[in-house]
């Protein structure tokens, strides 16, 4: 099967973050560094996914934060990259912040009372949306009842954001719903963000009008992305979330100059929708 490019929930939020930002990360693909925080998030997804590997009865925190150094071996072998995170800061207390986050999981759930199936943890979901869209998301996890309704969970490493700010994390959420609307004709009941770095739970009860909504949003965002790609331009949004931002050297909001916009990324994302 030829590739087939694919909007993700991830790069629509960082359009809808900053269109500049969403540009450099999908069209121009440039490269960026590996970070502490980003590959600690790595690491703990990793420990929890693996964990339901286990007996149930051995679902415990001693054997999960057993996992941590096995799966920060997996992680470095794939990418060695990694490692040079740690030249100036202490492995050692990185990795114990990795594992205070991975007991804190165990504040929000009891692991021996659920039994995710392999292919319900990390789930790579694509679909094609009736717009001709083609979405895809990977869900950290399904949960599914013995009444067959399910539960999408998703584990953060940083806090809950206030109320004001829940909204993007709440339309993620709802579009794993979408997503599982398409791939198995049922929407979630349930969906929940587990914040291991407040030790605090986001529960999202699914609305009947939610999918509709989510397409209606995707479909809209795309005709924006569609505007800046005729326009042949993606202006930076600058908020708080730019101390943070990788491609702030080369962000004219900050002094910097942008790159010739790459044309095979152009040709490759128009390809998300061919209708």
């Known amino acids: ?21 969403f540009r450099y990360r999908v069209i121009d693909r ?27 009865q051995d679902r415990t925190v001693h054997q999960a934060t057993n996992l941590l150094e096995p799966q920060w071996a997996a992680l470095v072998e794939r990418d060695p990259e990694v490692q040079k995170l740690f030249e100036e800061e202490s492995f050692s207390e990185w990795l114990d912040s990795a594992r205070n986050l991975v007991r804190t999981y165990f504040n929000r759930e009891n692991p021996t009372m ?6 319900n943890r990390e789930r790579m979901i694509t679909v094609e949306l009736d717009s001709g869209i083609r979405f895809r998301g990977v869900i950290d996890r399904v949960d599914v009842a013995p009444s067959g309704d399910l539960r999408v969970v998703d584990y953060k490493t940083g806090k809950m954001p206030g ?29 929940q963000i587990i914040y291991l770095g407040s030790d605090s739970t986001l529960t999202y009860w699914t609305d009947a009008n939610d999918s509709t909504q989510v397409e209606e949003n995707i479909v809209g965002i795309w005709n924006q992305i569609l505007d800046c790609l005729d326009q042949g331009q ?22 910097g100059q942008e790159p010739p916009m ?11 929708a061919l209708t």
């Open 1 to 21: 099967m030829r590739y087939q490019p694919a909007l993700s929930v991830s790069r629509l939020n960082d359009f809808k973050q900053c269109p500049l930002k």
């Open 30 to 56: 440039i490269p960026e560094p590996p970070s502490s925080a980003a590959t600690k998030g790595t690491l703990v997804h990793s420990v929890l996914e693996h964990l339901f590997d286990l007996p149930a």
């Open 114 to 119: 659920l039994n995710p199936s392999r292919s």
């Open 163 to 191: 109320p004001m700010y829940q909204n993007e994390a709440l339309f993620q959420m709802r579009a794993y719903g979408l997503l599982l609307k398409y791939d198995q004709d049922k929407e979630p009941l349930q969906s």
């Open 234 to 255: 993606f202006p930076p949004r600058t908020s708080k979330l730019c101390d943070w931002c990788n491609f702030k050297d080369i962000c004219p909001a900050f002094g």
């Open 262 to 272: 790459s044309e095979e990324g152009v040709a490759k994302l128009r390809r998300v």
